[in-house]
């Protein structure tokens, strides 16, 4: 196509400027007739929402009574179709999000959501008690939430549909007699604390109602029949009464563009085309008004109705019953190249150069040697204006002479035209599905956004090969396409769906089998799912699910072969709640890491279900050690004191052990140890009854003697000393130092003379020595027999002289050197012993 009859498409609204609405589809969906829908058409080239109007009197052709909602693409060809028997009422107004669900408004002020394959996502959303008893007068969507105003002039509003949170904004204060005309809203993200702000057009002025407060701004300027907020949120466009369109700051504290549209008729739409222009389109003129600070107005007349306006980032989209057009400022690098200019741009020289290479004519040379300086911005203006164009045949031509140039310019970043030709394809692919995306709308949604609208529309095979083609991880695809696969295919067997599903799970290395099996599972195939969850490799995601499956002894094989504790304990856990005692016990006893953890666990918090364990195995010993472990619990019970009857169930513990280390012949000690504690817990236990004093318990044998002794109970000290088969040698250095510390010399004498003590006197004299009492001690050091024992007491008693001649009776040399050094003062006694007994080596 020649340059001139490209630039014959377009319409001139200024020097240089220009606008075209080039037909993207004719739609595929046959007879149409829009104006007997309800429409709704997502942005970014997404779906269209269709459901007839139940306002309007409208003639059945050959479709149902029953109204459908229809869910096409933007091409027109039908996606999904589902009854439409929501309870709520009439429906008021529909919509969809920036996460393409589709929100339904109902008279009851409840908002259902449905996904663009017409299912229900969640439960409806109610905008409140209040409203849902009361008259919705106007309403208004936006990309994640919805405002409404009732009959008594009050806004409730959901901001995100994702965290629905029913809230009433402030009262805008308006009379019943004042008339609301239209209402809009400026998005939560463009608001500086993140609530949404309604416009409200109340007699002559514009109310702004915020979360907390309403205030008038733009007082004097209406009646205002129409308005619309840019979407950034910095500016509103208003169509007057008196047939006006004001664009003002978002403020009110401007007006900056004001322009006579003479009719005072409002418009039936009115959106922003970018931040460029708005467009207005009237239902009984049938005709499309473009309007640019920038230049003059631009109108197209239509010739049937039922036109939608679909704002884009960059234009906007015109549906109508045969076709979906797009209408757009014309880039400035495809006006470069096919504008008609008294100059051509060196881009438009390229493009020449390159047709008359294609012609073969010698002109082609002389083109590129007249832009050779300009040669690297020829090539970029040739590459930008085919990212713009929808026609697949533009675009390569464009590209083609772009190509042609980079032959003459080595220095041009060939990085460019690659990832251009990258990009085009991908655009083309998803516009043959009826996905209409711009250059700027795809760069503004990204690349994995769109992979995920292409999932979304099960385009599984198409987002797997951009994914592919694009570098960018395909998991998510090809996790989809199985959990889709399992949901569509329930009369397909277990082991046939999963080796197709293996097929493509493999494509991708470290993939996660488990959330495909937790699908299935959730899907009722619950056999499958224990298969796919076999080629789980992190047994972190593998252990939960298998549980989830009750498939706990395979969990239990699991995670102790990962070796990590945490999982071993999460499946152990889950066991025993689940199953019986014995069912526990005898799985984990197979598996000694699963064993060992679980006791560990049970020593510290679960003492009897772990005597349970033991008993079930036949570890008599462990229970015995662990009935032993309950007894120093008790112990340590401040209730355990003053002859507490806890001592009586603490013997019987003591003596269940005792019976079950007496089943073992390995531990007979401890089995006899046991006895022999018990029985004295007993007798220290009589004891403190007998003499009301919590003294006696937990204390040793000697220590319990020792005391009876200390008390005058000299009865009670036998009985122990019998019952528990005390030596005499040790019965009487426990008696002498008990009746040393009450200080009783008599009977500790008296002691001493009632027959001849088997351990000697050194008994007596170490406990007169250690109680101070040295004259008692003298008592008894004579009579002893060893004379290094009677050396060692006198020098202990500063007795130096009566230690010397005891101690030379030893011949200890180490001996008398001790004494030497502890006795500096009688060092002349010890020198002439020395010197008598010619000792050697005293020193």
């Known amino acids: 196509m020649s340059t001139a009859a490209v630039a014959a498409e377009w319409q001139e609204i200024a020097d240089r400027k220009y606008l075209r609405r080039p037909e993207i589809y004719s739609m595929q969906w046959g007879r149409m007739d829009l104006s007997r829908f309800r429409i709704a058409c997502a942005p970014f080239g997404g779906p269209i929402a269709a459901i007839r109007d139940d306002s309007k009197i409208v003639q059945l052709l050959a479709e149902s009574a029953r109204r459908h909602l229809q869910i096409f693409s933007s091409s027109g ?22 996460d393409l669900q589709l929100a339904c408004l109902l008279e009851d002020a409840s908002v259902h959501l449905f996904n663009s394959r017409a299912e229900p996502v969640g439960p409806a959303i109610s905008l409140g008690k209040e409203p849902s008893e009361r008259v919705i007068m106007h309403y208004v969507f936006w990309g994640t939430g919805v405002a409404c105003l009732t009959d008594t002039n009050q806004v409730y509003c959901i901001p995100d549909f994702k965290n629905p949170r029913p809230c009433q904004l402030a009262d805008p204060g308006i009379d019943e007699s004042d008339q609301v005309f239209c209402m809009t809203v400026n998005e939560p993200k463009a608001v500086k604390f993140g609530t949404p702000e309604v416009l409200l057009a109340v007699g002559d002025s514009v109310l702004l109602v915020g979360e907390y407060a309403a205030q008038t701004v733009g007082e004097g300027i209406g009646p205002i029949q129409k308005m619309a907020v840019s979407k950034e949120g910095k500016f509103v466009a208003m169509f007057t009464g008196d047939g006006r369109l004001l664009v003002a700051l978002m403020d009110f504290s401007r007006i900056l563009f004001e322009y006579d549209c003479e009719s005072a008729l409002p418009p039936d739409q009115m959106v922003w085309s970018s931040l460029d222009s708005v467009v207005l389109y009237w239902e009984e003129l049938i005709s499309v008004l473009v309007i640019s600070p920038a230049g003059d107005p631009v109108r197209y007349i ?58 073969r004519s010698a002109k082609a040379d002389e083109n590129l040697r007249s832009i050779r300086s300009s040669l690297p911005k020829a090539i970029k203006g040739c590459i930008d204006a085919a990212g713009h164009e929808f026609d697949v045949s533009r675009q390569r031509t464009l590209l083609r002479a772009a190509s042609y140039g980079r032959a003459f310019c ?85 082991d046939v769906l999963l080796e197709a599903l293996l097929e493509k799970l493999r494509l991708c290395k470290g993939i996660s089998y488990a959330a495909v099996a937790a699908h299935a599972d959730n899907s009722g195939r619950r056999k499958l799912a224990a298969m796919l969850v076999e080629h789980e490799s992190q047994s972190s995601k593998q252990v939960p699910l298998l549980l989830s499956i009750d498939e ?86 401040p209730m355990a004191s003053k002859g507490s009857p806890l001592h009586g169930p603490r013997i019987r513990v003591i003596e269940q052990a005792q019976k ?54 000299h009865r009670a000290a036998l009985k122990v000393k019998n019952e528990f088969k005390v030596s005499e040698k040790r019965w009487y250095w426990l008696k ?19 027959k001849r003590p088997p351990g000697g006197y050194k008994p007596f004299v170490e406990a007169c020595i250690d109680a101070g009492e040295k004259s008692e001690a003298l008592k008894y050091i004579p009579k002893l027999t060893d004379p290094r024992e009677k050396s060692e007491a006198y020098a202990r008693i500063g007795m130096a002289k009566e230690a010397a001649d005891a101690g030379s009776q030893v011949k200890d040399n180490e001996l008398f050197g001790r004494f030497l050094g502890q006795n500096s003062g009688a060092s002349a006694i010890f020198d002439s012993l020395r010197d008598r007994l010619s000792f050697q080596g005293a020193h």
């Open 77 to 98: 060809e039908l996606i999904a179709s589902c009854p439409w028997d929501r309870p709520g009422g009439k429906l008021v107004g529909m919509a969809w999000t920036d």
């Open 302 to 359: 239509y010739d049937e109705p039922g036109i939608l306006l679909i704002p884009e980032c960059d234009g906007v989209r015109i549906l109508s019953n045969s076709s979906m057009e797009f209408l757009h400022m014309v880039p400035e690098s495809t006006v470069s190249i096919f504008g008609i200019f008294e100059t051509m741009e060196p881009s438009a020289i390229l493009y020449d150069a390159y047709d008359n290479f294609e012609r």
């Open 410 to 494: 080595s220095q041009y970043d060939r990085d460019h035209f690659k990832e251009m030709c990258k990009t085009l394809r991908v655009l083309n692919a998803v516009r043959d599905i009826g996905i209409p995306l711009s250059i700027g709308q795809y760069q503004l949604l990204t690349a994995p956004v769109l992979i995920g609208r292409l999932i979304n529309a099960n385009q599984h095979f198409l987002a797997l090969r951009v994914s592919e083609y694009l570098n960018l991880n395909k998991e998510v695809v090809i996790m989809h396409w199985a959990c889709e696969k399992i949901t569509v295919s329930p009369s397909i067997p277990d």
């Open 552 to 637: 706990e002894d395979t969990a239990l094989v699991k995670a102790t072969e990962s070796g990590d504790t945490d999982l071993v304990y999460l499946v152990l856990f889950h066991i025993w709640q689940k199953k019986p005692a014995l069912d526990f016990f005898g799985t984990i006893n197979a598996r000694p890491l699963a064993r060992d953890l679980f006791i560990a666990y049970a020593r510290c918090y679960k003492h009897e279900f772990l005597k349970d364990f033991f008993l079930s195995t036949g570890q008599l010993q462990d229970v015995a050690f662990l009935l032993l472990k309950e007894s120093k619990l008790m112990e340590k019970n």
């Open 660 to 713: 079950l280390f007496a089943e073992t012949k390995e531990n007979m000690f401890e089995s006899k140890a046991s006895e022999e504690y018990a029985k004295l817990l007993r007798v220290q236990h009589e004891l403190e009854i007998s003499t009301k004093q919590a003294i006696f318990v937990d204390s040793s044998i000697s220590d319990t003697i020792r005391t009876c002794i200390v008390l005058g109970n």
């Open 736 to 754: 002498a130092f008990a009746l040393a510390t009450v200080r009783d010399w008599d009977a500790l004498e008296k002691f001493s003379k009632e």
